[in-house]
């Protein structure tokens, strides 16, 4: 199955400069990916992004694992008709902090998602309808053997490194101490090595907004006229309050009414304020791109996910791997918070690793890792950081 | 920085990473606290083949530490070790550092909670030439290594060789050794050290078995006991 990737496609940058989503098919009868449930999946289609130009070595590859509602677009434009660029635009591409003028990125959509991978809104090849709640429960480490299949595909063995924030960060960890022999380097960004029960609480109430949808109908929702937006908008709404800050809040909005000066006196109005109408909006707009069943299955995979629970402790976890790392949190972080990560800082020192670490003071809170003006901070440590590894390497 | 200046060579200099190194069995695993730059530990590590870490709390010098490819932790010494578990450093290095720390001993007791050995390199405040500057000027000592005017210097205590001696016979350590240090060379015995020496390293050994509590950071007993 696997392709000589550098002879078939080095960039999938066309030549106008844009890039292109590509797809590969892995676990294809007779070989279905096992789940850590216990259970089987396959074929499964995975969609990529791929900037930059492998190396003749092949030694160059950066993999990018993308939190959860990320996708593979993590930088450039489609068409010239894209509004917004992929994702981390400010922080990949030719001469950025992770510069594809000497890395090759891949990014792939995570299994379970909604946008080009295999997911609940998926065809089930064995009903030829979507997977809706039937799709398999999925793992952390289910999504990381995805990613590891995929670069078995394009023919890649080693990564330089692999990075990722938030529930990207997970899959970093759990990439690291499952397949130490094939990462240089691990950057984990406002991650952790579990979600806390706050964070699982919030989880909670977003899943219950999706459930309590009268349109969700127990996940069997597709082909219907109209989707359960109701609820994901909820749970959307729920979940980007704990990406800001009190601090990014009060900033942003404070107090301010969305119309005029005054105090409506009416409680039928939802937008009363700015911040109410912030918050709607982020929730419709979700709506259009996001699968509440791929949002469910997701958030539970990130519940599941403890390095420490799964490998006897977080230290046992790390004795088998062979990575630097690069740690980084941000004060004003509440969804994954600075004490998690010097757990994992803590772990790897205590297993004599190569670990750097840095919390980075932001006023934006968990999101700071994706907002433009903090990319600067970030890219001065990572930039060194990548360039270090890639020499030492060579 | 200050006009008048007492000329003493640089603590931070080669020099005194030299003397630091020559203390250090090739093949430990060392942690440097206060590691500027890292240039220490990454000769620890290219030439001695050291496993080393390095502590530092200043961005530029951080980041320089990562290029040089040396794993850093950035963090406050006066908020403590935490990040580090418990026995986890055959020596730790404290160069120039300990009289800019809120609570040296508290500080030092950390230190061997996670390292078995210290290097610790101390100024020494009762040399010859900042005591003529007290005396005859009537002025805060300023000399050319630590050039600060009072309201603006990074160095909280002023301490002696005499001093230092005392600190640690109240920790949970002890000194192995004392080496002045005089001019480039740290000497092993010199007549009126605490005179002539501008600074002095100390060899520490930690003196008491690592209990199961200090496991804990300070910061963390403070919460266990309050629980």
């Known amino acids: 199955m696997s392709t000589d990737f550098a002879e078939t496609d080095s960039s999938s940058s066309s030549p106008d400069g844009f890039v292109e989503r590509q797809s590969a098919t892995l676990f294809a009868p007779p070989s279905p990916l096992v789940l850590e449930s216990g259970e089987t999946l396959g074929p499964i289609t995975v969609a990529y992004q791929t900037y930059g130009t492998l190396s003749p070595r092949k030694d160059n590859v950066i993999y990018i694992c993308h939190a959860l509602t990320g996708d593979a677009h993590v930088a450039g434009r489609h068409n010239e008709k894209e509004r917004k660029p992929g994702w981390w635009n400010g922080f990949i591409g030719p001469g950025k902090a992770i510069d594809t003028n000497r890395y090759f990125v891949v990014c792939s959509n995570i299994l379970g998602g909604c946008q080009g991978t295999t997911g609940p809104s998926s065809e089930n090849p064995q009903t030829g309808k979507p997977y809706g709640p039937d799709f398999p429960f999925i793992t952390i480490r289910d999504i990381v053997n995805v990613h590891n299949a995929l670069l078995d595909h394009l023919g890649i063995e080693n990564v330089l490194a692999v990075v990722g924030g938030s529930l990207g960060g997970m899959q970093v960890l759990e990439w690291v101490v499952n397949r130490p022999e094939r990462v240089g380097a691990a950057i984990v960004l406002a991650s952790g090595p579990k979600l806390n029960a706050q964070g699982i609480a919030f989880n909670a109430v977003g899943r219950r907004a999706i459930y309590s949808d009268p349109l969700f109908q127990d996940g069997w929702y597709y082909g219907e006229e109209e989707k359960p937006h109701f609820g994901l908008a909820l749970a959307r709404m729920v979940a980007h309050i704990t990406y800001l800050s009190e601090q990014s809040i009060e900033l942003k909005f404070g107090r301010k009414l969305q119309n005029g000066d005054e105090f409506g006196f009416d409680l039928k109005s939802e937008t009363e304020f700015q911040i109410e109408s912030y918050l709607h909006y982020q929730g419709n707009r979700f709506v259009e791109r996001f699968d509440a069943n791929s949002y469910l299955t997701l958030t539970r995979a990130m519940d599941y996910f403890d390095l420490g629970e799964a490998y006897g402790s977080i230290a046992d976890a790390f004795s088998r791997v062979q990575s630097r790392f690069l740690v980084i949190s941000y004060d004003t972080d509440w969804l994954y918070p600075t004490p998690q990560s010097k757990e994992i800082v803590r772990a790897l020192v205590d297993a004599k690793r190569h670990v750097t670490f840095k919390e980075l003071k932001s006023a934006y809170g968990h999101d700071a890792f994706l907002i433009d003006q903090e990319l600067p901070k970030l890219g001065s440590l990572v930039s060194p950081f990548l360039a270090r590894t890639y020499s030492d390497r060579q | ?227």
Request: charge should be negative; proline fraction near 6%.
């Open chain 2, 1 to 227: 920085m200050c006009a008048k200046r007492i000329h003493l060579p640089d603590p931070r200099s080669a020099v005194t990473n030299d003397i630091i190194i020559d203390k250090i069995t090739p093949g430990s695993r060392v942690v440097d606290l206060g590691c500027g730059d890292a240039t220490l530990v990454a000769r620890l590590r290219d030439d001695h083949g050291c496993d080393v870490f390095g502590v530092e709390l200043d961005d530029d010098a951080f980041i320089k530490g990562i290029e040089k490819g040396v794993p850093m932790l950035q963090t406050d010494l006066n908020s403590g070790l935490a990040e580090l578990p418990s026995q986890s450093f055959d020596f730790a290095i404290l160069s120039q550092t300990l009289q800019q720390i809120d609570r040296p001993l508290d500080l030092l007791n950390e230190i061997f909670r996670v390292a078995k050995r210290a290097l610790v390199v101390v100024p020494n405040f009762a040399h010859w030439r900042i005591r003529l500057q007290v005396a005859l000027r009537g002025r805060a000592p300023v000399t050319d290594h630590l050039p600060y005017e009072w309201y603006e210097s990074p160095n909280v205590h002023f301490l002696s060789l005499v001093d230092f001696r005392e600190l640690a016979s109240q920790g949970n350590f002890r000194v192995l050794r004392e080496l002045p240090i005089i001019g480039d060379r740290a000497v092993k015995k010199a007549y009126f050290a605490n005179l002539r020496a501008h600074s002095a390293l100390y060899v520490l050994e930690r003196s008491a078995p690592v209990l199961p509590q200090d496991e804990l950071s300070p910061q963390e007993k403070t919460v266990a006991a309050s629980v």
